[in-house]
């Protein structure tokens, strides 16, 4: 049973430190996407990728949020300084492409605490 | 902004059919309808979805109005375990710009036993 794959899955940090989050896409997926979810704002998309190269990070926050595909089994997001606010559920969801629809597959989420 | 509107919540009993009814009246002839559920503390999953016709899987079927306004997803016997939020989701094929899911507030399924 293929999974998207994220580590870590939880990470308290304080404000103003790295954070780094991975992805590991469904092997042959070559859609990638990030999610943000918190109570307030609900589940929002942040980046997306087709074949390693992004389409869209409008909704990444420029200054301090950066999203990569180094290879096509890994995602990475990062967030230089963290801030209190990025506290949230960070989630990675892989697609396949040749799919007309290109349903998502969505991770366990990685659970960010900024202090 | 979602396009799509549905009821903040609904309870079911468990072992009884449960209708999650979703209007989407903007709908484009191109987009499809997505339905996607999140439990508790976990990832949104993939239920179903579709263009026109009505659709059937191992978890649900998708009854979708002829004129494409409004659709209704239904869990046949449901149990416990499909208590959860239940998102309806309308987007393009990917082909077309800005193909990412939109996702609304939702509506909580609460089943009981």
């Known amino acids: 049973d293929a999974r998207v794959t994220q580590t870590p899955r939880h990470k308290v940090t304080e404000m103003g430190q790295e954070v780094t989050m991975r992805c590991q896409p469904i092997?042959?997926?070559?859609?990638v996407f990030w999610y943000r979810q918190t109570m307030m704002q609900g589940l929002e998309l942040l980046a997306y990728?087709?074949?390693?190269?992004?389409?869209?990070d409008s909704g990444m926050p420029k200054d301090r949020f950066s999203a990569e595909m180094p290879d096509a089994t890994l995602a990475t997001l990062k967030i230089q300084p963290s801030e209190p606010r990025d506290s949230a559920v960070y989630f990675c969801a892989s697609g396949p492409l040749g799919d007309r629809e290109e349903t998502q597959y969505f991770g366990p989420g990685t659970r960010l605490l900024v202090l | 902004d979602a396009k799509t509107t549905q009821p903040t919540s609904m309870d079911c009993a468990e072992g009884r059919a449960a209708n999650l009814p979703c209007n989407h009246s903007?709908?484009?002839?191109?987009?499809?309808v997505y339905w996607y559920r999140q439990i508790h503390s976990q990832g949104p999953q993939y239920i179903i979805h579709?263009?026109?016709n009505n659709e059937t899987n191992e978890m649900a079927s998708l009854i979708i109005t002829e004129d494409r306004k409004s659709s209704t997803l239904i869990l046949p016997h449901a149990t416990l375990r499909d208590t959860a939020v239940y998102y309806c989701i309308v987007r393009a094929p990917r082909w077309q710009a800005g193909t990412a899911l939109i996702f609304g507030k939702g509506t909580t399924l609460s089943v009981s036993s």
């Open positions: 903007t709908i484009s002839g191109n987009e499809y």
């Open positions: 092997l042959g997926h070559n859609t």
């Open positions: 990728f087709r074949n390693r190269a992004p389409l869209d």
């Open positions: 579709g263009l026109k």
